[in-house]
């Protein structure tokens, strides 16, 4: 990283992917018969930056969740009206750091997030688009009426 801060790097990258990944700077809301949809407010994702003063090795052989160096936000948690995504960069004492990701499943499956933090690292690293783009044509999954199957 040649004497960069990974905060500062990956929050920078996270801005520039954001716009591809809109949706996820919005908040899920209700709508009409209780279904759940994301209102694109760009209210932003949860960025925060840390500092642990402990090493990587004080922390032994196997890493299992919970961590104690990761802060939950309070009221950032809920299914509604919270942010989508929640990123923390935690730097250590032996110049490493923690990425902890957490986000709202209903936004992103395995594939959708790997994509995604696969699009970030590109980003990272200098890279001015993600090799692959999101789509977000959700409208191409609605029924239609009457059901019919056109090959």
């Known amino acids: ?17 954001l716009v591809f990944y809109h949706p996820l700077v919005g908040r899920p809301r209700e709508g009409p018969a209780r279904k759940l949809v994301v209102d694109c407010t760009g209210e932003g994702v949860l960025f925060m930056e840390a500092e642990a003063d402990v090493t990587l090795e004080q922390f032994g052989e196997v890493l299992l ?9 309070p ?22 750091f923690i990425f902890a990701l957490r986000i709202n499943h209903t936004m992103c499956d395995g594939q959708g997030i790997a994509q995604f933090m696969m699009a970030l690292g590109e980003i990272s690293r200098g890279a001015p688009t993600p090799s692959i783009p999101p789509v977000w044509h959700r409208e191409q999954l609605i029924a239609r009426n009457p059901h ?3 090959p």
């Open 1 to 17: 990283m040649q004497n960069k801060n990974p905060a500062t790097v990956i929050r920078e990258a996270l801005a520039k992917l």
């Open 65 to 73: 969740p919970p961590f104690p160096c990761i802060y939950d936000v």
């Open 75 to 96: 009221r950032s948690s809920g299914m509604l009206d919270s942010p989508l995504m929640l990123i923390q960069v935690t730097s250590l004492l032996c110049d490493g």
């Open 148 to 150: 019919t199957y056109s």
